[in-house]
């Protein structure tokens, strides 16, 4: 079941897609670190406030975000592809697949949250691992 209270545990971890920004931008990897860095700002609004206007912003801060995670992965070989493969894998079945109602749409809201949470520490570890592989452009 979905619920449109606002989660400050949710906004907590999404304050969290400021590491892979910081790791990013630290590597060169500039239009990642301001994808991160904005899916950060968008998940604090959108979890804080839980409105129409916030969630449309923060899904286009999100897609922009996993199209950007595919290129990265591209860029870092097999194991950047894997970790892309594996982070969207876990989303998938913790978020949209079939089974998600033993997930993030429980009845059960805080065991719901927790759920939800680890979505961002799994994505968050994900955009960090691949900024590992990819080669840094040479000069």
């Known amino acids: 079941m979905y619920d449109k209270r606002p ?27 301001i994808f991160s860095g904005l899916l950060s700002g968008t998940s604090v609004w959108y979890h804080l406030c839980r ?55 429980q009845q059960n809201i805080e065991i719901s949250n927790r759920w939800h949470m680890t979505i961002h520490i799994m994505s968050l570890l994900g955009i960090t691992g691949q900024q590992l592989f990819i080669e840094p452009p040479s000069s």
């Open 7 to 33: 989660s400050v545990l949710l906004a907590s971890s999404g304050t969290l897609f400021l590491v892979p920004c910081y790791i990013a931008w630290s590597y060169g990897n500039i239009l990642t670190a």
């Open 51 to 105: 409105n129409d206007v916030a969630f449309i912003i923060d899904q286009i801060a999100l897609w922009s975000v996993i199209t950007r995670g595919l290129f990265d992965g591209y860029a870092g070989g097999v194991p950047g592809i894997a970790i892309w493969c594996t982070v969207m894998s876990y989303n998938y079945i913790v978020y949209a697949s079939p089974v998600r109602r033993h997930f993030v749409h």
